[in-house]
């Protein structure tokens, strides 16, 4: 079993010529609601990999937002633990995307900032815990102790960027990054500089189109982008971690094969708007990997 511990989120997208500049209102066309949050992102992405079974640990509010969320993970095999919270709202992210592909995000966590160090459910039977950073970071850190204390796996996606506090990369067996988190994390801009400088036994770094790098056990691995077109490229990050997660879990020691697995989901989810929208399924990837 793979548990995600993390965030969960409506998204209200509207599409717009600019996204606002301070003390301006833009009009904007039709407003889309997407299931989202990195957390749950990351779930419905392992689970629709298909291979491990997928659980996940959530907050949410006792308020009509909650029900899409609980609806769109379910839908997509993933069984949830929800902690409920009475006196917050459910995660909201408010996102203008510009008609450039810039996006302009806020975010109200709302119930995520709930989640406590002692809410993780039991780990027996479970393989991996993977793990953002859009939930209170004290929380996190001691998710993963708890897990490496288990002899739990645990991958990081240390999203969004910032430095972490030593002490949780010690619990950490695998870090998926993009290029901005790695030096956010490290102080370094040199992509080899700073993939050498991670204290964790393997690291992952996702380069966009250019598909992505990784060290392991101190061998570098270095998979190419699935040409697509790309239309959306939102939970393309998120699809990469459930997409990696769900293969390493299946007992797939081929490090190599994960990532392609991985980058194959990835295209996929560039392909289609909104976030867990557009997560595909197995047969979807199987169906690139052998084109
Ligand atoms: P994030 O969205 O977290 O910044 P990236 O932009 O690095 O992450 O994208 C994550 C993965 O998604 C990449 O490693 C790649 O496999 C895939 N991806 C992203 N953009 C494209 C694209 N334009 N074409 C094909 N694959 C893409």
């Known amino acids: 079993t793979v548990l995600v511990a993390g965030s969960a989120n409506l998204d209200f997208v509207v599409r717009a010529a600019h996204a606002p500049a301070p003390g301006e209102t833009v009009l904007g066309r039709e407003l889309a609601t997407y299931p989202g949050g990195k957390g749950a992102n990351q779930a419905l992405a392992c689970a629709r990999a298909g291979g491990a079974p997928t659980r996940m640990l959530l907050a949410l509010g006792a308020d009509a937002h909650a029900e899409p969320i609980e609806r769109s993970l379910r839908d997509g095999g993933v069984e949830l633990v929800v902690r409920r919270c009475d006196e917050r709202a459910t995660g909201t992210a408010f996102v203008c995307v510009a008609d450039d592909g810039e996006n302009a995000i806020v975010v109200a966590p709302g119930a995520n900032a709930a989640l406590r160090g ?18 209170p970071l004290d929380s996190v850190a001691a998710w993963a102790r708890q897990a490496r204390a288990a002899g739990v796996a645990v991958a990081l996606n240390a999203a969004p960027a910032q430095a972490l506090p030593s002490a949780l990369l010690d619990d950490i067996d695998l870090l998926i990054v993009n290029e901005g988190e790695l030096s956010a994390l490290t102080g370094l801009a040199d992509l080899d500089a700073a993939l050498d400088a991670v204290r964790v036994p393997r690291v992952v770094v996702t380069l966009g189109a250019r ?21 959306d490229t939102t ?44 997560v595909p399924s197995h047969a979807e990837v199987e169906a690139l990997l052998h084109t």
């Not at 598909?211 to 790309?230: K, M, T, Y």
């Not at 980058?263 to 929208?277: E, I, K, Y």
């Open 118 to 135: 002692d809410d993780l459910p039991a780990l027996d039977g479970v393989g991996w815990l993977l793990l953002q950073l859009e939930s």
């Open 211 to 231: 598909g992505c790098l990784a060290r392991v056990d101190g061998a570098r691995l270095r998979q190419d982008a699935f040409a697509v077109e790309a239309v």
């Open 235 to 278: 939970a393309a990050g998120d699809t990469f971690c459930g997409a990696l997660i769900a293969a390493l879990a299946r007992g797939d020691d081929d490090f190599a094969a994960a990532l392609r697995r991985a980058c194959a989901a990835s295209a996929l989810a560039c392909t289609r708007p909104g976030a867990q929208t557009s």
